[in-house]
């Protein structure tokens, strides 16, 4: 059987295919795509997989806009950190998912599930409405934010930050590209107003993404040390109590 992974996390994608070959070594694991748009330049090229294990939310845009530029003929396990209310609906669709962190028992079972797929009762899915159920889940999240260069006013998605941080009472959010920007928010109030599976609070000077973060380096006594890209004028150490919550954010938990 040949399979793809669509996972936007570099090392997300290496871990489940490890773990793809533990539980069935005859898997093919023939690419692992990043994006929307790598992803619809791959499957309109080549013959599709049997399977495609399938993030949602990928680098550029929701795992279901491919659905509206490929006609898909893979069958397909979703894997997603969203929380139980989404994955209650898709479980309403019939169609398989992966909660991470993905657990080897779960993925096993997904794995002989569709090795038993009946494909003509397989259920066909709406991706619109699966679509729907997930811009929910995001809707109280902010998107976007506004800062202000020179004389005119300068809107930054949250796609393209990387991390805000605080000196001297002012905050100041860095994008992906290393631009930083003055914000008028706390952190506080910014980190009220994103998505906790995204950022978390180090300590009280950092609020960081988790695609930001590049490295963690583990010292005595529990300290973690942060190397984030891009990198941080600062040396970044977790506040210790917040050390547990760290690092279940980190696996998804």
């Given amino acids: 059987m040949k399979a793809i992974i669509i996972e936007d996390e570099e090392f997300a994608a290496t871990m489940l295919g490890n773990m793809i070959k533990e539980c069935d070594n005859s ?12 992803s619809v330049e791959w499957l309109k090229s080549n013959q599709h997989p049997d399977l495609i294990f399938l993030d949602i939310q990928l680098e550029d845009d929701l795992c279901f806009s491919i659905f509206e530029q490929v006609q898909v003929s893979s069958q397909i396990i979703f894997t997603t950190a969203f929380d139980e209310y989404a994955i209650k609906a898709f479980k309403l669709k019939s169609i398989d998912y992966l909660l991470k962190p993905i657990d080897q028992n779960e993925l096993k079972q997904a794995i002989e ?3 038993n797929w009946n494909s003509e009762k397989a259920v066909i899915f709406n991706p619109d409405e699966l679509r729907k159920l997930i811009v929910q889940q995001q809707a109280a999240y902010r998107g976007r934010f506004s800062v202000i260069v020179g004389e005119k006013i300068k809107t930054i998605s949250v796609n393209d930050i990387a991390y805000f941080f605080s000196v001297s009472g002012i905050t100041f959010v860095v994008l992906n590209t290393n631009s ?15 998505n906790p599976n995204d950022f978390f609070r180090i300590n009280r000077q950092y609020l960081v993404k988790l695609s930001a973060i590049k490295n963690v380096h583990v010292f005595p006594k529990s300290r973690l040390k942060l190397e984030l890209n891009p990198p941080a004028t600062d040396e970044l150490f977790v506040t210790l109590e917040k050390v547990p919550a760290f690092k279940k954010w980190i696996d998804g938990v």
Wanted: a neutral charge; aromatic letters at 6%.
């Fill in 27 to 38: 898997i093919e694991i023939v690419t692992k795509l990043q994006s929307v748009k790598e």
């Fill in 180 to 194: 930083q920007y003055s914000i008028d928010l706390s952190l506080d109030a910014i980190k009220e107003q994103l």
């Fill in 113 to 115: 599930k569709f090795r």
